[in-house]
């Protein structure tokens, strides 16, 4: 029988699981611009084609519905009232199709207002979604669990792909894991974790985030085994100012029991050549494991 997957909270290119929500009783289009704003580019391009092409083909009927009423147009074509509505919608005005009755240029008045309010909305949504500030941050695709310094160390590492700085990079980690309290009853709890450092002046190459597994961390006591068997997720949230656009930047991840490698350390990627400091992002998320000297030997 396959083992089902753990759920998780946050996915791996940081934004919030698929989670389900049910007896809200808010309606689908309640928060229509938050949801517009947060779609692909290709389902937003795809909807405003839609709607575009829905509202010309509604009013190049209601053209048809007026009879003869414009001039130049093939009597009961929908084809040229469909384009008399482009025209009309977009302003355009060649002014070979004209409308030539009060029931058109009512029609007409109304589409153009139409037009205008449609226009600004796409204009405005589409240039919200194109200015939001964004951070480009690459995770190790795991976590490792090793000696360092002598001391238990929980440690990942990321890396700002882009070629300006994020400064003053501000990085959070919490546990979360289910928990049972004296009464019997299962909980959901976030537990904070200590870092060596959660803060960098300027986060412009690579950084490794540590964390000491000593007896005040969540994770003391804690394997493989009881951290799967306990749903737990390290989710990590990063907040920083873009020094190109001077707005708040952040970047999410989350690592699952199973993304946790014991007895293991990242291979270095920094290597200075002359007088440059080169980063070999294509080892970025090569593991390779450390001698049985130093071995933590967790229990399994």
Known sequence: MATQRQPR??????????????????GRFDDAYHWLLTASWLRLIGIIVAIYATVNILFACLYLAGGDCI??????SFVDAYFFSVQTM?????????????????????????????????????????????????????AVITRRDGKPTLMFRLANTRGNQ??????????????????GEEIRRFHDVKLVRNTISFFALSWTVMHV??????????????????????????????????????????????ELVWDARFIDILKRDGGKLIVDYARFHDVETVPAALALKPAQ
Do not use: C, W
Request: without cysteine.
């Open 9 to 26: 909270l946050v996915t791996r290119d940081g934004r919030a699981a698929g989670i389900v929500r049910l007896g809200l009783a808010r």
């Open 71 to 76: 001039e130049n147009a093939r009597p009961g």
């Open 90 to 142: 977009a302003t355009i005005g060649y002014g070979k199709m004209v409308p030539k009755t009060v029931f058109a240029n009512s029609i007409v008045a109304v589409e153009a207002l139409i037009g205008m309010l449609f226009v600004a909305m796409a204009t405005g949504l589409l240039f919200a979604k194109f200015s939001r500030p964004t951070a480009r941050v690459l995770f190790s695709r795991v």
């Open 166 to 183: 994020i400064v003053e990079a501000t990085l959070r980690v919490v546990l979360a894991r289910q928990e049972r309290t004296q009464e």
């Open 213 to 258: 597994v000593d007896e005040h961390s969540p994770l003391a006591g804690a394997d493989a085994s009881s951290l799967s068997s306990s749903a737990s997720e390290l989710i990590i949230s990063l907040t920083g100012l873009d020094e190109t656009f001077s707005q708040t930047v952040h970047a999410r991840h989350s690592y699952l029991a199973e």
